[in-house]
């Protein structure tokens, strides 16, 4: 059954062990180097080859008793056996083991033998009724041992093995401390010693009590003692609740032990049965037990108490250490630390703590705080190599390229004040607060962005404002928030023909420079003189080489450059920099994967599969209604004189085949009007235009349909908008900028903010105002009132019917602005501290509020790569990504940028496009960086969520084919709990997945964002923990030196920081 | 009445000295003395086995370490002793994630004894030369030029390198070190200057005798108690002081 046993000092020196089998490897190692070494001891079992090991410590003596059995047998008793034997040996040894200054033959095979066999037959006759006193009771000695592993059952079927054991045990150990202490060959300090035994003349009185009650099965002179308090126990072990403490505190004479231990036998036998209905009952009655002792204690002996104290002799137990690692834990978490983690972690302490001495002048909590140092030490301090050089270093010898492998989840937040709306990826509109996972957001390649996680946090929020080109609202975020700009202005060169003194003229070349290094646009400037005697004889050919040097500059901020750039970083640039950015949004947003359903209402309704035009002509008719009609009839309104509505709208009814009767009608103002009433035809019962109203959901109440925001640009929303505008809109022209005014009656000002809406989502400016004093195309002034504003490059494309405000389309200014996404100018202001609502999402992160402006988050691959660069290393990037849209041209970004800012380093990408095999393409990589001999193939694959089982599989595909030479894991540093089900589920896959006989794991992590934290670094430790593997860097910054070496002492540091 | 008050005060306060008497002894004698031994290297490479048998002169069986060891031993040689006094000597534990320790240690060192495992040396030359890297640019051993004796244990195994063998090897692997460590990338707080030094002399192949301090190879085999010379060593280290 057991395989062995094996009794150690922390020390690493095997005290007494037995072996059953042949043991082949060493589990004993194993199990101290991957879990008690890794402060994992508040786990319970460990598993190693075919062994399971159990454990247990006795902090008090340094000692760790260790038992393995093989995994496939289901051994309950082990607990039981590690408790009893702790207890035996610890009280029989005790002094032999506390004389650490030789080796000592420990006596112990038969006594172990004997508490095995009792343990083994009492597990083999199961928890039946056991009435009869044993058999083989020999000795004294012996029996007492059955009882202390009696009682001891019963305590670890209840509750957690150690400790009731421990905190009792622990008095005992004092006491015998002291007793024995004088006599013991000098291991102490000086000092302490000597107060020990002067303190011990006072003791036994006062403490033999204690000693009763704790110590249960060595006793040798015991018997004499019987004191007050245990006949009280006695008394009350029929007691249901005190029989934890009574049963060892015991009579004096064998024939009442005898008896009592009958009793109790049974006793407990019964408590077995019913164990489960009475699980918290026990554990309260232990602890109360417990109480009572060291309420005696003190009020006993505050004296010695206080000796205690000052000596350094107190013992730490369960007791007090409750409270202070609640409050541990309580700060840990805090810290960001995985709550999970941080209640693993004090269990951990507690265990190693337990039994322990305070130091002289210690309070309990520096003590744990200590130890908390001490284990944290452990955990952050790597157990492999980081040096990342040397492992380079030696695949170069090995002429092979190094291979690492970057993966992770996807992206990292942006964050919004609240009420910023975001653009759904259905077309309606959001609140950044009201966001969940799971919702699908639209992105700006027109595909959907599912929300992979939310945040909220408080700091010290910016407000964008747009100027009046830009959209009509303002956004808020936070100062890490990423604004993705176009920058506009190019390189020019300037004529300085005037001579200054001692200067002669020369041409000036002024161009933009983006520093890729601190991601920072400044403004340079070259001179070329020109003149006799000058680098250039003559003023043209000065001016030719300020132009030809143009092209060369490296790193040209050029107009249509797109800077993606932190806002605090944006505000450090210089202003004329700052007036060079302007936001852009793309021309359209087209919702592909969800459009079609106007076509399929059309297509129920004519009971043919309509043509474009036929849903164009729908969709105007739509429009002119939605203006004009009349509520919950099919029936338009359009004023006599719009002789060309009313001409269109005879030919898109023919189109359709919808019949319609036109009535002239006057109204309350005396104008007349035209009412055009559809009606059903002849051969169908059904009005088709009422019907497509219905079918819209917008009979009654005249909206802009929702459905029609998703629809097909081209053949719905634009001739929706154009219909609306037809009879709504006015068009005004201000110096050559062409926009339309759309302004409806008073009581549907509802209508204003829809149809901003959809002209923005069709690709235009658009912004609901109230207008002051607007001016028609013929010069008519119209009153103020609430209005939308409609502008925008390509108003031409909108198929008005009315001549008179249709845009010309060649109009020289929009011809040149043609095909342009729009940009605008904008100021940041410092609204001061606000509470901002973050999301992330996946794919590639580019997110649309609103009013489309787009927004995004880079990567840090790239930071490691410009580190191997300065080492000198050929670095090969492996473009992996083949899922996220724009990774491989944000890739190609960073390498060009890297090329530019080495002197003679060499990096290179390696792409094949996307949606390909992400493993295929490492691996062609992978030969290719031999072939060419690259130092260094990083890999960058796409960010997955851990539960995204297809991609997972994928991950574990590349890795399995490519067997990398490090899989490193970039994680941010703001996730909490999270972290640690990010890494577990990454290694499950890595080896579930696999199929491979050794899989592979994660063997680092870089952290990112490390500077946004202060000192919740928690997530440091919780990554550290899961995996057991180190955090190789913590990214710092958006720049390519923003790359660190993680710091042990500073993370702990800031984790027990107050 | 008044007696007794007073005994109990005069008490106190001869208690209270004795015990500031008591820490500063303690804290002086932690201080001032440096004739502690360190056995370091790396997990499995004999410590704590070289620790019992020298203590003890036995052979046990022996785990990883989780803790120091320690204890004054009176060295002797075929029963002749070779100091006056014990000498205190600290088994610190060799797992990468222990073997911080060490540095606590080094305040009060007179010597350290490297333990490597000869017959396993070639597998775990990196492991080792970062562990002795990491001692050697230690700035106190650097400011003390404490003496090192790399001891190469399990001499007796069939596999086992001559300690000439494994001096080279470390040399090269240190002269590989020295390149990675000083370019490897700054601290995440750089106001604090740490401890990775130049070893050796620049522009030149790293050699052991380049260092500051004394370092020497010797051949040991703790199973076979062939474990004389680093007694000699100890001895002559601690006498030399």
Redesign the interface.
């Known amino acids: 059954m057991l395989d062995f046993f ?1 009794i ?7 005290l007494w ?1 037995k072996t059953f089998t042949r043991i082949t490897s ?1 589990p ?2 194993s199990l ?2 991957d879990v ?3 402060e994992r001891a508040g786990e319970n079992s460990y598993i190693k080859d075919s062994y399971c090991l159990k454990w247990t410590f006795a902090n008090e003596l ?1 000692l ?1 008793f260790v038992a393995a059995y093989q995994k496939i047998l289901q051994l309950a008793y082990i607990e039981e056996l590690l408790a009893t034997v702790k207890k035996f040996f610890c009280d029989k040894f005790a002094n032999l083991i506390r004389d ?4 000592h033959k420990f006596a112990f095979d038969d006594d172990f033998d004997t508490i095995l066999n009792n343990i083994e037959e009492k597990d083999s006759k199961g928890h039946g009724k056991l009435s009869k006193p044993r058999p083989f009771e020999k000795t004294k000695k012996f029996k007492e041992t059955v009882e202390g592993s009696k009682k001891l059952s019963v305590d670890d079927i209840s509750k957690p093995p150690t400790n009731p054991i421990i905190s009792e045990d622990e008095i005992a150990r004092n006491i015998e401390d002291l007793r024995l202490r004088s006599g013991k060959s000098s291991r102490g ?4 010693k000597q107060s020990g035994s002067t303190k011990r003349s006072n003791e036994p009185n006062v403490s033999s009590d204690d000693k009763k009650q704790t110590r249960k099965k060595t006793m040798r002179v015991w018997d004499d003692k019987l004191s007050k308090e245990v006949m009280e126990s006695l008394d009350y072990s029929g007691d249901k609740g005190d029989n934890d403490n009574s049963s060892a505190v015991n009579p004096q004479d064998l024939v009442d032990r005898n008896q009592l231990g009958q009793f109790q036998d049974g006793y407990y036998e019964v408590q077995d049965l019913g164990e489960n209905d009475d699980e918290d009952e026990f554990e309260e009655d232990d602890y109360d037990g417990t109480n009572d002792v060291s309420t005696q204690n003190n009020g006993g002996s505050s004296i010695l108490s206080f000796f205690k104290n ?1 000596t350094g002799q107190k013992e730490i137990t369960e007791q007090d250490l409750a409270p202070v690692l609640a409050k541990m834990k309580e700060h840990l978490i805090k810290k960001n630390v995985a709550a999970d983690i941080a209640a693993h972690l004090c269990d951990s302490v507690a265990r190693n703590l337990v039994g322990q001495k305070i130091g ?1 002048f210690k309070s309990i909590q520096s003590t744990v705080k200590q130890s908390m140092e001490v284990s944290l ?3 952050l ?5 980081v ?4 492992d380079i ?2 695949a170069q010898s090995e002429s092979r390229p190094y291979t690492v492998c970057f993966i992770g989840v996807n992206g990292v937040g942006k964050c919004f004040a609240k009420g910023t709306k975001v653009l759904m990826y259905d077309g309606t509109y959001q609140n950044v607060e009201e966001l969940n996972v799971g919702n699908q957001i639209m992105g700006d390649d027109d595909t959907s962005r599912t929300i992979q996680s939310t945040t909220k946090g408080e700091g010290i929020m910016y407000r964008i404002i747009p100027n009046d080109k830009g959209p009509a609202k303002f956004f808020e975020c936070n100062n890490q928030h990423i604004l993705v700009l176009k920058f506009s202005a190019g390189p020019f060169v300037r004529n300085e023909e005037i001579p200054i003194v001692n200067r002669s003229p020369r041409i000036r070349l002024f161009w933009y420079e983006y520093d890729t290094k601190n991601n920072m646009i400044v403004k340079k400037n070259d001179s070329f003189y020109y003149g006799p005697g000058k680098d250039y004889p003559k003023k043209g050919i000065a001016r030719r080489a300020a132009i030809r040097e143009m092209a060369r500059k490296p790193n040209l901020a050029a107009s249509d450059f797109i800077w993606e750039v932190p806002i605090k970083d944006f505000l450090t640039a210089s202003d004329e920099v700052q007036r060079n950015c302007l936001m852009y949004k793309p021309n359209k947003v087209i919702f592909k994967s969800v459009q079609g359903r106007f076509r399929i209402i059309l297509n129920e309704i004519l009971g043919v599969n309509p043509t474009d035009s036929q849903i164009s002509a729908a969709s105007w008719l739509v429009g002119v209604w939605i203006n004009s009609g009349i509520v919950n009839l099919p029936t338009i309104c359009v004023n006599e004189n719009e002789n060309e509505i009313l001409k269109v709208i005879a030919k898109y009814s023919e189109m359709l085949n919808w019949r319609y009767i036109k009535e002239s009608y006057k109204t309350m103002t005396d104008d007349s009007e035209w009412r055009i009433s559809f009606m059903c035809n002849d051969d169908d019962i059904e009005n088709g235009f009422l019907r497509l109203l219905q079918k819209l959901d917008i009979l009654d109440t005249k909206k802009v349909p929702p459905v029609i925001m998703i629809e097909e640009l081209d053949q719905v929303r634009l001739p929706l908008l154009a219909g609306i505008l037809d009879i709504g809109g006015h068009l005004l022209e201000e110096s050559g900028n062409y926009k339309y005014v759309y302004e409806p009656s008073q009581e549907r000002c509802d209508l204003v903010e829809q149809v901003c809406n959809l002209a923005n989502l069709s690709g235009f400016y658009s912004k609901s105002d109230f207008a002051s004093t607007k001016k028609c195309q013929d010069n008519i002034t119209i009153p103020s009132s609430y209005c939308t504003i409609i502008s925008g490059n390509d108003l031409d494309k909108l198929p008005l019917v009315v001549s008179h405000k249709r845009v010309c389309k060649n109009h020289e200014h929009n011809l040149k602005l043609i095909n342009r996404d729009m940009v605008w100018r904008f100021k940041v202001v410092n609204v001061g501290l606000g509470s901002y609502y973050g999301f992330k999402v996946d794919k590639n992160e580019r997110v649309l509020l609103a009013d489309l402006t787009v927004s995004h988050n880079s990567t840090n691959l790239s930071k490691t790569c410009f ?1 191997l660069l ?2 000198g290393l050929k670095v090969l990037i492996a473009a992996c990504d083949t899922f996220r849209s724009g990774a491989v041209e944000q890739l190609r970004v960073h390498v060009r940028n890297l090329n530019a800012l080495g002197q003679n380093s060499t990096v290179e990408l390696y792409e094949r496009g996307y949606g390909k095999d992400a493993a295929g393409i490492a691996k062609d990589a992978i030969s290719y960086a031999k072939l060419n001999k690259f130092d260094v193939v990083l890999i960058d694959t796409a960010g997955r969520m851990q539960d995204n089982e297809p991609l997972m599989r994928a991950l574990a595909k590349l890795v399995s084919t490519n067997n990398p030479d490090k899989i490193i894991f970039v994680g941010e540093a703001l996730v909490g709990n999270e972290a640690v089900d990010q890494l577990t589920k990454f290694n499950q896959a890595l080896k579930d997945f696999s199929g491979l006989q050794n899989p592979r794991h994660i063997d680092g992590m870089i952290l990112t964002k ?1 500077d946004t934290i202060d000192d919740k670094v928690g997530a440091a430790l919780s990554m550290t923990y899961t995996t057991g593997q180190p955090i190789l ?2 990214g ?1 910054g958006q720049t390519y030196t923003d ?5 042990v ?2 993370i702990i540091h800031a984790l027990l920081k107050e | 009445m008044d007696n007794s008050t007073f005994t109990l005060i005069t008490w106190i306060i001869l208690t209270i000295l ?2 500031i ?3 500063i ?2 804290v002086l004698k932690n201080r001032s003395r440096k004739d502690t031994f360190l056995i370091l290297g790396l ?2 490479s004999g410590k ?1 086995s070289f620790f ?1 048998k020298l ?2 002169g ?1 052979q ?10 320690e ?2 031993i009176n060295l002797e040689n075929n029963g002749i002793p070779l100091t006056k006094v014990p000498i205190h000597f600290v ?1 610190v ?1 060799g ?4 073997r ?1 320790k060490f540095s606590d240690f080094i305040p009060i060192t007179r010597g350290i004894i490297f333990l490597v495992d000869s017959s396993t040396c070639v597998k775990n030359v ?2 080792i030369a ?1 562990y002795l890297y990491d001692i050697f640019s230690n700035k106190d051993v650097i400011k003390h030029n404490i003496p090192t004796l790399i001891a190469c244990n399990k001499s007796d195994m069939i596999t086992a390198l001559p300690p000439e063998r494994i001096q080279t090897m470390l040399e090269n692997e240190i002269n ?2 020295r ?3 000083t ?8 106001s ?1 200057t ?1 401890n990775i030094e130049f070893l050796g002399y620049e522009n030149e192949k790293f050699k052991f005798e380049h260092l500051e301090n004394e370092t020497h190879f010797e051949k040991c085999s703790v199973d076979k108690n062939e474990i004389a010379e680093i007694k000699n060593w100890i001895a002559e280290v601690y006498g030399g002081r």
């Not at chain 1, 150690?8 to 095997?14: A, E, S, Y």
């Not at chain 2, 797992?95 to 222990?98: A, G, S, T």
């Not at chain 2, 370019?183 to 750089?190: H, T």
Request: proline share 2%; hydrophobic share 35%.
């Open positions: 094996t150690l000092t922390k020390g690493g020196i095997v062990s060493s004993v190692d101290i180097k008690l070494i890794e340094d760790i650490t200054s030789r080796i300090r000086g000092g302490r000052i002289s030490k452990r955990i301090t790597p157990k492999t190599s040096d990342l050089l040397r270093a030696q580190w300065q080492n490390f860097f913590v710092t790359l660190k070496n993680m710091k002492g500073h | 004795a015990i008497i008591a820490i002894f303690n997990a499995d704590t019992i203590r003890d036995k046990v069986q022996t785990h990883t370490s989780m803790k120091e060891n204890g004054y088994d534990p797992h990468e994630k222990l911080f990196r492991s970062e590989k070190l390149n990675t460590r370019s490897a990338l700054d601290n995440q707080d750089s604090i740490d």
